[in-house]
């Protein structure tokens, strides 16, 4: 179709950012833990006994991003993908009292001292160690436990396990940057209120549902427990749920990772499975070329097309193409638009204007099938014809223009009887 704009690598790689300035799931995923170790791959629960700080049961993994790509090292030339980073949680209910029994009456000193200086350590302020408590603790070389001491380096450790890191980074790191350790424990409600995470089994249907959506197959209890793991601890970060913005793009990253495993054999030469983000930039792409055209399409056949164009960057420029060419079939009072490289809701702006200028909705927001009328012959309405067809139809008697006539006709009738 002449004019056509075919997608860029950078409208594939980077649409993930739909809405404008979104993070993209990897960035979400790397901020739960910024010093996680790599543990070489994704940890299986380990069956210990005992429910951690979180919830959940101690061993179960702490997903802390990945790691970049490899050089390529295979026959095919592409990138090696990276490694996962993770760690276990290892903290539970009286795990202060141990920890602190642990050390000796030297480094026992050194922790309170510490803890004292951390805002918000302690719920109580009179429970916090004076210096002239840790002096004379130092002095009676008794240096007893107390449960507000415990429970205040418990407080850290659920942070800990939350971010994937051990108890003594978790504690220097919070010394050394005392307005981190207010924001984390006074602010971001992570302590001192109970975080409510999405249930697992949701999670895992949730996953389920989509993978059979893309790819036409169940998803593996690993990667389902994985997908729990990743969104469970994104909220415990963050003190709450995510945006379905996020959830999608994170649903996007587990099912491209999984095609990744599926369509491993591919040799096309243009896949853009191992670039990052491309199967919801594939999406996305797709879903504002359907919407821009004003076509329809069923969520299952839009999915497995975000498939195909992430297997072959060609395959998604032939679907887009073939959007363009069903618009013009179906709208053929737009033809001369369609030939200058239009979309029709490029065409339709002036229509649009005038929507949105009688309903008082964002210009952007007004969908194609609210102008159907405009262009459902094969001559198009004109803007004078628009206009007066909207002041016909029944809703335009709520809007704030028809509210506003209604008064200044009350106004005039008023004062023409001398009132």
Known sequence: MAGQTKPTPEQIAQGQARAGGTSTSTQLVDKVSSNAKNAGGPPKNTGAKGTGLDGRPLGSPIYGGETGS???????GRPVPGQFITKKTQYYK?????????????????????????????????DVPT???LQSLAASQLVAVRPEDAAAVEKLMYISDTVGENIEDTINRFYRDPKIAKQTLDMSGLVGKKVSLTPADALRVELNQTMMDYLDVKVDKELANKYVDTINTLELKRGG?????????????FVQKKAQEIFKGDKQPDSLLLQKGAVGGAYNVLRKTYDSYGVTVDDKTLYQQAIAGVRSRTALENIVQKIGVQ?????????????QGLTTKEALATYAGIYSKIYGVP???????????????KELMSPEE???????????????????????DAAVLMKNFGF
């Open 327 to 339: 618009a013009q079939v179906a709208f053929p009072a737009l033809a001369q638009y369609f030939e």
């Open 70 to 76: 490899l050089p390529p090292q295979t026959s095919t």
């Open 94 to 126: 009286g795990a202060g009292m141990t920890y602190l029994q642990t050390l000796n009456n030297k480094q026992r000193i050194a922790v309170l001292s510490k803890l004292a200086q951390i805002p918000g350590a302690y719920s109580n302020e009179k």
């Open 363 to 377: 210009e952007n927001s007004v969908e194609i099938s609210k102008m159907y009328p405009v262009f459902k012959g």
């Open 131 to 133: 210096s002239n408590y």
């Open 386 to 408: 628009w206009q007066k067809y909207l002041y016909t139809l029944p809703e335009f008697k709520k809007t704030k223009l028809y509210q506003q006539r209604s008064f200044n």
């Open 241 to 253: 749920n995510l945006t379905s913005l996020e959830r999608e793009q994170l649903l996007f990253d």
